[in-house]
């Protein structure tokens, strides 16, 4: 077991193996369900966080062993007393929706899509000047990661729109639904929701977000009869619709 802080380093790997990362977060995980590395949360780190350089640098040589070309890439790291060891590493973009995230650190580049399918189609000169870091170290994104802790179906929702109403909301990746169905969280996918937010503060300030995320999205608190009839009847409508699509 490599124990430390877990981080992802993502980016492209350019024409002729040239490494340009764009976003390095940092995993948060906890104890849920009996399962001890269930997410939580993941928080932006900027070209000053500590550990930035060593993994930056990690990154590079690893990326250059593998000659990869022409692609993106999504590193997963651990910290510990040795220094960086790679848990995983894929020739592609970051889950739930991480390249419009990566793109958004960056908005005068061209977007992450842009660029991989430019590097898809051949050689190219597309996006090569040196990367801006201004807008990337003016802001704070974090991702907020729901937690279900039984096997049930949302019959009353709230927190949505108190949520959507906050100057730091960027937008849903996982919206949670009336009838969704929920599975005790394990694992990301079984995450009830996942929202990301954007700020300007200190690394506090995205602990309180985080927080506040969790105080208000709230489901069934008070559930009647018709709540339960309402949430069964949009289970069945979207299972149905699967099941023609």
Known sequence: FISGPEFHLDGHVRTGGEFTPLALFEYFRSQVNEYETVYVAERQCQTSHPLWKHIVDYARRLLAATGLERCPFH?????????????????????????????RLHPDRPNAFEVAAADYLG?????????DWSHHDSVKTLLVYGISTSEELI??????????????????????QIGDQLFRTKE???????????HNGDDARSDELIEKVRQRI???????????LRAK???????IHRRLT
């Not at 050689?123 to 990367?131: E, G, Q, S």
């Not at 929702?157 to 996982?174: H, M, R, S």
């Not at 990301?188 to 954007?198: D, K, M, N, Q, S």
């Not at 009847?233 to 299972?239: A, D, E, T, V, Y």
């Open 155 to 176: 019959h009353t929702l709230t927190g949505i729109d108190e949520v959507e109403a906050l100057n730091e909301f960027v937008g849903w990746i996982v919206k949670p």
């Open 233 to 239: 009847g949009s289970n069945l409508r979207r299972r």
């Open 188 to 198: 990301l996918r079984g995450a009830p929701y996942i929202v990301e937010l954007c």
């Open 75 to 103: 590193l997963e790291v651990k910290i510990d007393d040795r220094g960086p060891c790679f848990i995983d590493l894929g020739a592609r973009f970051p889950s739930e929706g991480g390249a419009n995230t990566m793109s």
């Open 123 to 131: 050689p190219n000169k597309f996006a090569i000047d040196p990367v």
């Open 218 to 228: 709230r489901w069934n608190e008070s559930v009647s009869i018709s709540d339960r």
